[in-house]
């Protein structure tokens, strides 16, 4: 499992997160990750949202409940040993 290390875009800190799966629904990129590789851990779903020529990527946590559900049905099918509960 890939760690990544993610700076806060308000410049206060970085954290490190464990990434478990990577998808392109509809020409955006979608990360499934995690801060822990522990059983039942706690996951997070990031949009990039930066502009493809920055070296550096910028995400956000998909927050929209219609948008999270779908593309957390489709990191489901990815990885078929993992359940995503919201």
């Avoid at 629904?25 to 949009?47: F, M, P, Q, R, W």
Wanted: aromatic share 8%.
């Amino acid at each position: 499992m890939e760690k990544i290390k993610f700076a806060f875009g308000d410049g206060n800190g970085e954290d490190e997160f464990f990434v478990l799966e990577q998808t392109k629904i509809n020409g955006a990129t979608y990360i499934l990750v995690t801060d822990s590789e522990e059983d039942d851990a706690e996951c997070l779903i990031l949009k990039e949202t930066g502009v493809e020529e920055q070296t550096d990527k910028m995400y956000e946590i998909v927050e929209d409940d219609t948008e999270l559900l779908a593309v957390s049905k489709v990191f489901e099918e990815l990885l078929e040993d993992v359940s995503i509960e919201m």
